[in-house]
């Protein structure tokens, strides 16, 4: 008897412990999400000085990493008091991004820090400058050259992070934000670079600055299968 009610006990504290260690496998997706930038499209109707367009895209390589792209087209032509300019090309963006974000089931948010390295070819219009020619500031005098100068390049490395939520089955919604620091770049003689197509604006130094909202859709391409343990109650 005794025999009896220890294996119905040994049986009923494995079952308990079988309960306890349940391991389920749940899909996660792995994809090419491709979007585009919703500033650089929106500013073509709200900005007459602006023209452009970006393509963005990244890849699922594991777990935690995705390999990240953007390319695009950019043409801006800037006045202030001093000088009259246009600025036209396209650049190209490749590098690599982690997930921080830890999802729950069937989620494939993200909260993400990211590195690429950029390279832009442009052209540059120099259409107008002043020169002072005395001491007041009426004695300025404005030049008009239009000065064209084609083959232009620029270099740089950019560091930044953001986040993408899914909103529906598949379509997400970003924002990121990123500094760029110049490697090395191609001038015009007599002047300078002040704007590259896909680093922005640059300010003191050879450092940018910049900020994007995005909309992408993800295209499933497989899943794969993790154990996930799960806790059941008893």
Do not use: C
Not at 130 to 139: D, M, P, V
Not at 193 to 203: A, E, M, T, V
Request: charged content about 20%; glycine content about 8%.
């Amino acid at each position: 008897m005794r025999t009896f009610i220890f294996f119905i006990s040994l049986v009923f504290t494995t079952s308990l412990f079988a309960q306890d260690s349940l391991v389920k496998k749940y899909p996660e997706v792995y994809g090419l999400r491709i979007g585009t930038d919703l500033i650089k499209a929106s500013r073509n109707v709200w900005d007459k000085n602006y023209k452009g367009f970006e393509i963005n895209a990244d890849y699922r390589y594991n777990k935690d990493w995705y390999i990240a792209a953007e390319a695009g087209f950019e043409d801006r032509y800037k006045k202030d008091d001093q000088l009259t300019y246009t600025t036209s090309g396209m650049f190209l963006k490749v590098g690599v991004e982690k997930n921080l974000h830890k999802n729950w089931l069937n989620m494939n948010n993200m909260i993400y820090v990211g590195a690429r390295y950029g390279l832009s070819l442009h052209n540059q219009t120099l259409h107008s400058y002043r020169i002072n020619t005395g001491s007041g500031y009426f004695n300025e005098e404005i030049q008009h050259p239009e000065l064209k100068s084609t083959g232009l390049s620029a270099h740089w490395l950019e560091l930044g992070f953001g986040m993408k939520v899914e909103i529906v089955d598949n379509l997400f919604l970003g924002i990121n934000a990123r500094f760029t620091a110049l490697l090395s770049q191609k001038q015009p003689e007599g002047f300078e670079n002040l704007y590259y197509p896909g680093f922005g604006q640059k300010y003191s130094g050879s450092i940018g600055a910049g900020f994007g909202y995005t909309i992408s859709y993800l295209i499933p391409l497989k899943k794969k299968y993790n154990p996930i343990k799960v806790q059941q109650k008893r």
